[in-house]
């Protein structure tokens, strides 16, 4: 059975930054980001692939950054000047097929084949 780990989450005060961290039990070229805050619809929030292609959702570029370390079947997200409206659970996720990372479907739910179980982030103002 294929596992995601997502670690990093917890508190913090607008302005500040986080780190998450999402380990998975296989080998995978295109890993992605989703959030869902409180009574919002899940939404994309970056995604990267084995060869360094990043996307992102447009409420955070500029101040999120996705990398993937594919060796160590890690996906990371930086998470820098951090507002109250990010507040939510991150999921770390596997899109359907690795051409997805060149394209927004990888920050599309319902290209997702494999979810994790999330890590909550809460941004105090």
């Known amino acids: 059975e294929v596992q995601l780990v997502e670690s990093g989450g917890g508190s913090v005060q607008a302005g500040g930054s986080l780190r998450l961290s999402c380990t998975a039990s296989?080998?995978?070229?295109?890993l992605a980001w989703f959030r869902r805050a409180p009574g919002r619809e899940r939404e994309g929030v970056a995604s990267?692939?084995?060869?360094?292609?990043?996307r992102y959702g447009g409420s955070v570029e500029g101040r999120f950054t996705v990398s993937m370390d594919h060796d160590q079947k890690t996906l990371y997200l930086q998470m820098d000047s951090l507002k109250s409206d990010d507040t939510g659970v991150y999921y770390c996720?596997?899109?359907?097929?690795?051409?997805?990372?060149?394209?927004?479907?990888?920050?599309?739910?319902?290209?997702?084949?494999?979810w994790g179980q999330g890590t909550q982030v809460t941004v105090s103002s």
């Open positions: 990267a692939n084995w060869l360094g292609t990043t």
């Open positions: 996720a596997v899109p359907r097929f690795e051409s997805y990372c060149n394209t927004e479907d990888a920050l599309k739910p319902h290209s997702i084949a494999i």
């Open positions: 296989a080998y995978y070229r295109c």
